[in-house]
């Protein structure tokens, strides 16, 4: 009952929830990049949705207009020097990702569930592929991002969403929600521009992002 109709009404309250309560800080929070530099307030990224669909998904825009266009952070020549300064600290406490709460009102996405990975990001789709982790909405945490986040390999990342899309229910649901606030204000697991040590890794955040 919970998979078929609670999740799903459980996302449609928390995101309208939050966008009423956050409506004030998130057009302060534009207005803050706005004024920090030139280019749009929003950044809007090609990402993977359930059964492998693709959908864009919107994030505040924390680096600079002219970053190069679709390169990992982490290839980038001096990446540190292609974030805003407003855009370091939303980063780590991922304010930047406040506006898909609009994906998941809308129904592309989850509060819970596997992170949405990039469109190029091959080999996390297809290690997903293995556990059937790519059969679920993707959400704006889950169980990885609170067992590891940015500091895991492709591989573990891919199994522990693997766990999740085998296991969730109302109890890890709740879980993965609340241990989210504690992990983002201990900044647990947080790397920027990338997804742990592994060769030939992914980062989330790419270009302008």
């Known amino acids: 009952m919970y998979r078929r109709f609670f999740k799903r009404f459980f996302d449609i309250i928390v995101s309208a929830v ?53 390169v990992p952070t982490h290839l980038l020549d001096n990446p540190d020097r292609w ?6 600290w939303m980063r780590k406490m991922s304010i930047d990702e406040l506006p898909q709460m609009i994906c998941i009102l809308t129904g592309k996405m989850s509060i819970v569930g596997p992170r949405p990975a ?27 991002q609170i067992n590891g ?28 929600f609340f241990y989210t606030f504690i992990s983002v204000a201990k900044h647990d697991g947080y790397l920027e521009g990338g997804t742990g040590s592994a060769e030939n890794k992914m980062p989330e955040h790419t270009t302008g992002e």
């Open 18 to 70: 939050i966008l009423l309560i956050l409506i004030v800080p998130m057009l302060v929070f534009a207005l803050i990049i706005k004024l920090d530099s030139p280019g749009p307030v929003i950044f809007w990224q090609k990402r993977i949705g359930i059964h492998k669909s693709t959908f864009l998904m919107p994030k505040f825009r924390t680096m600079y207009y002219d970053t190069p266009k679709e």
């Open 83 to 88: 974030i805003t300064r407003c855009g370091r």
């Open 118 to 144: 990039l469109w190029n990001q091959d080999d996390l789709v297809e290690e997903r592929d293995k556990y059937g982790a790519n059969d679920i909405r993707p959400g704006l945490t889950g169980w990885a």
């Open 149 to 176: 986040r940015d500091e895991l390999e492709i591989e573990e990342k891919a199994r522990l969403d693997g766990y999740y899309a085998e296991n969730y229910g109302l109890r890890l649901d709740l879980k993965c």
